[in-house]
């Protein structure tokens, strides 16, 4: 599904991540790895958000020769989003279904499930981290991406909204959606079947 081949990336003259070859098969992924290890820059290589040495497939399809098909079946939701904080969560989510060409009812159904529907008329900047942290997380799912990459989904949301994200995990896993996390709390496996779990250790990233 997803495969990364002759990966370096460097900030400056400091090196982050180097590695040959990771490749990893449908299903729920996990990566882990302490702080500054890479994850998020990882993350961030997948999603084409920042430039790097090597070659990213998933499912055949080249990130740095097709992006923009490639980007249309990726998601992306960062472990901190930032947005403009004079836009409203509608215009957000409204932007999201445009460019993804859903329908208006999953983000209305998304918002709904995270109880967020309330909020929607109101800027963002007047946000709690939890509510913009589901914001991001209702974006994320709308669409029909291939991959969800979910970077420290669980920080900052209270038990409820982990349970029904989790719950959310597992009803697109079931219809064939793949998934990364990162998660610095232990993803408990009554919770979630993870398929992979993985660390970053030495720039390299390593199956555990
Ligand atoms: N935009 C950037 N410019 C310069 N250095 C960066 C940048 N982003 C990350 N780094 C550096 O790259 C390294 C990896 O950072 P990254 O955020 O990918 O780690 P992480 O594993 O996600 O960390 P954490 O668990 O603390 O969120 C760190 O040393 C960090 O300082």
Redesign the pocket.
């Given at each position: 599904m997803l495969s990364l081949i002759h990966i370096h990336k460097k900030?400056?003259s400091?090196e982050?991540l180097n590695f040959s070859e990771w490749k990893i098969d449908s299903g729920i992924h996990w990566l882990k790895?302490?702080?500054?290890?890479?994850?998020?820059?990882?993350?961030?290589i997948i999603s084409g958000q920042?430039p790097f040495k090597g070659k990213v497939e998933l499912n055949g399809v080249n990130l740095k020769k097709e992006p923009v098909k490639f980007r249309s079946i990726i998601s992306f939701a960062e472990?901190e989003p930032q947005y403009p904080l004079f836009i409203t969560g509608q215009e957000l989510i409204d932007f999201y279904t445009g460019t993804r060409n859903a329908k208006a009812s999953q983000a209305a159904n998304l918002a709904d499930y995270f109880e967020m529907s309330a909020f929607l008329n109101q800027k963002v900047g007047g946000y709690s981290s939890g509510m913009l942290k589901k914001l991001s997380l209702i974006c994320a799912f709308i669409g029909d991406p291939v991959l969800y990459i979910l970077?420290?989904p669980l920080i900052t949301i209270d038990i409820a909204s982990a349970d029904k994200l989790y719950q959310l995990i597992k009803e697109k896993a079931a219809q064939g959606k793949s998934f990364l996390l990162?998660s610095?709390q232990e993803v408990s496996a009554d919770k979630l079947k993870l398929d992979g779990v993985f660390n970053?250790d030495d720039k390299q990233v390593i199956r555990l």
């Amino acid at each position: 599904m997803l495969s990364l081949i002759h990966i370096h990336k460097k900030y400056g003259s400091h090196e982050v991540l180097n590695f040959s070859e990771w490749k990893i098969d449908s299903g729920i992924h996990w990566l882990k790895g302490g702080n500054g290890t890479g994850k998020s820059t990882l993350f961030r290589i997948i999603s084409g958000q920042t430039p790097f040495k090597g070659k990213v497939e998933l499912n055949g399809v080249n990130l740095k020769k097709e992006p923009v098909k490639f980007r249309s079946i990726i998601s992306f939701a960062e472990a901190e989003p930032q947005y403009p904080l004079f836009i409203t969560g509608q215009e957000l989510i409204d932007f999201y279904t445009g460019t993804r060409n859903a329908k208006a009812s999953q983000a209305a159904n998304l918002a709904d499930y995270f109880e967020m529907s309330a909020f929607l008329n109101q800027k963002v900047g007047g946000y709690s981290s939890g509510m913009l942290k589901k914001l991001s997380l209702i974006c994320a799912f709308i669409g029909d991406p291939v991959l969800y990459i979910l970077d420290e989904p669980l920080i900052t949301i209270d038990i409820a909204s982990a349970d029904k994200l989790y719950q959310l995990i597992k009803e697109k896993a079931a219809q064939g959606k793949s998934f990364l996390l990162s998660s610095h709390q232990e993803v408990s496996a009554d919770k979630l079947k993870l398929d992979g779990v993985f660390n970053i250790d030495d720039k390299q990233v390593i199956r555990l």
